[in-house]
C-alpha cells in the first residue's frame, strides 16, 4: 500500500537522519568539532532534498540506499548554507528551527568552521561514493549536479545578489533571479543528481529539472508570506526578518493575496510537468501540493 506525503516524508527523514550520524561518528574528525556541525546538521528541519534526492532517483528506476550519499551531502551543504546565512554579516538570526542559531550556541569562528566544514564532508562523501560506485560516471554526474545548484551559478549567486540589494526597489526580473538561484537551484540540483544517479535520460531529467525550479520558487514564496503572516513558535524562528533586513520579497512586490495567487501557479506548472511520468510521480505530485499549504 502507498504511503501518503506525509509518511514518505518521514521515512525519506529518517533514512537521511541515520546515515548522517554514521557519517558524522567518524572519529578522525575531532570530537568537539563533530559536536559543533552536529548541532545544526540535527536541529530538525523538514530533509526535502534528500527527499527529492531519494524520489528522483526512485522515480527513474534506482534505489534510495544507492543514492544516500548524494542525500547527505545536499542537506550537509543546505545546512553550511544556512549557518552561514544567520550570521551577524548576512542575516544576523539568533534563532533557527526553535533554537539558538550556530553562532549564538557557541560563536562566530566555531559557526564559520562549522559551515565550512559541513560543505567540505559533503563533497568528500559524494565523491568517495561516485569513485567506488558500479557507475562511476552517472554517480560523478551528480555530484556536479549537486555541486552546480550549490555553487557560483546557482545558491551562492543567489545569496550574491541578495546582499547586494538589501535596501533597494527591485524589478521582478532580479527579484526572481534571486529566488531561482538561492532557493530553487539546490531543489533542482536534488532531483537531477537523484536521476542521474539512477541512470535516467536526457528527458526525464529536463523534466524533474522544470518541476524542481517551479516547486522551488513555490517554496520561496510562501517563506516569504510566512514570514509576514507565519506564527513564531511553528516556524520556529522570529517573522518579520525580511522587513527588518530591508529585504525585497513577493509579498513587498505583489502583497500576501498576490503572492499566493503566484504560489498557485507554480504549483501547477510544476504537476504539469510530471505529466510524461504519469501515475508514478504520484510522490513528487502530493509533494508539490504539501508545501504550497505548509505552515512551517
Known amino acids: 500500500m ?24 567518524d572519529e578522525k574528525i575531532p570530537s568537539d568539532f ?35 550519499p548524494f542525500a547527505c551531502g545536499i542537506e550537509m551543504i543546505h545546512t553550511y548554507s544556512l549557518i552561514h546565512d544567520d550570521l551577524p554579516a548576512i542575516d544576523n538570526d539568533d534563532y533557527r528551527r526553535g533554537r539558538l542559531t550556530s553562532h549564538k550556541a557557541f560563536d562566530e569562528a566555531k ?22 560506485g558500479k557507475e562511476p560516471l552517472h554517480l560523478l554526474r551528480a555530484a556536479e549536479d549537486i555541486a552546480h545548484a550549490a555553487g557560483v551559478q546557482g545558491m551562492v549567486a543567489g545569496q550574491w545578489v541578495d546582499v547586494r540589494s538589501e535596501g533597494q526597489q527591485l524589478d521582478m526580473e532580479t527579484l526572481e533571479y534571486i529566488h531561482d538561484n538561492k532557493t530553487a537551484a539546490m531543489i ?30 513555490t517554496f520561496q514564496i510562501i517563506d516569504d508570506i510566512l514570514d509576514v503572516v507565519g506564527d513564531q513558535k511553528e516556524l520556529g524562528k522570529p517573522v518579520g526578518s525580511d522587513a527588518a533586513n ?4 513577493y509579498v513587498t512586490r505583489l502583497g500576501v493575496e498576490g503572492a499566493f495567487a503566484e504560489a498557485v501557479k507554480h504549483t501547477g506548472e510544476a504537476s504539469a510537468a510530471l505529466e510524461v511520468f504519469g501515475e508514478k510521480a ?12 505548509r505552515r512551517k
Open 188 to 217: 533542482v540540483g536534488a532531483l537531477k543528481a537523484g536521476a542521474h544517479a539512477a541512470g535516467a535520460d536526457e528527458p526525464a531529467v529536463t523534466a524533474l529539472a522544470r518541476y524542481g525550479r517551479e516547486l522551488g520558487l
Open 34 to 68: 563533530r559536536e559543533v556541525m552536529g548541532y545544526s546538521l540535527f536541529a530538525g528541519g523538514k530533509r526535502l532534498r534528500p527527499a527529492l534526492v531519494m524520489g528522483a532517483a526512485e522515480l527513474c528506476g534506482g534505489r534510495s540506499e544507492d543514492v544516500m
Open 2 to 25: 502507498r504511503m501518503d506525503i506525509k509518511e514518505q516524508l518521514l521515512a525519506y527523514s529518517s533514512m537521511t537522519e541515520q546515515a548522517l550520524k554514521v557519517y558524522l561518528s
Open 282 to 293: 504520484v510522490f513528487l505530485d502530493q509533494l508539490a501540493q504539501y508545501l504550497l499549504k
Open 246 to 249: 530591508q529585504k525585497q520579497t
Open 111 to 132: 559557526a564559520i568552521l562549522a559551515g565550512d566544514g559541513l560543505l567540505s564532508f559533503a563533497f568528500e562523501i559524494m565523491l568517495r561514493a561516485a569513485l567506488t
